[in-house]
Each structure stands twice: as C-alpha cells, then as structure tokens.
C-alpha cells in the first residue's frame, strides 16, 4: 500500500495530464484549440504588418527586385 502512494505522489501530475488529455481528444477539444491559436497568429501577424508597414514594404521590394 506504501509503494502505490509513492507512485501516485510521485506522477501524480502526469497521470491528471494524460486523464485530461484523453478527455480532450475523445472531445475533439484540440480542433477548438489549434482554430483558436491559428486566429490568434492571424491577429499577430496582421498587427505587426499594420504597425510595420514600412518596413515591410521595404522588405518585399528588397525580395521582388531579387527575383
């Protein structure tokens, strides 16, 4: 009885994490998140370009004049 409460004290956190993992993949949850990171990466990208507009066409004359 010792030894199963040194190993669930012990991994304790990796089996929770596996538990909602599994959890997560059976809800098909990862969709939802790999959409959300995927609009926050758009959202990024668009406020850099925004916020660097000069550069960037800067940039993109450097990498058409090259071609």
Known sequence: MEQIKKFLMKYMGAI????????????QIHKFLIACIII?????????IQQN???????????????
């Open 16 to 27: 929770i994490g596996t538990i909602v993992a599994i959890i997560a993949l059976v809800l």
């Open 40 to 48: 926050i990466a758009g959202a990024l990208v668009g406020n850099y």
């Open 53 to 67: 507009k000069d550069s960037i066409k800067d940039k993109i004359k450097r990498v058409v004049e090259k071609w």
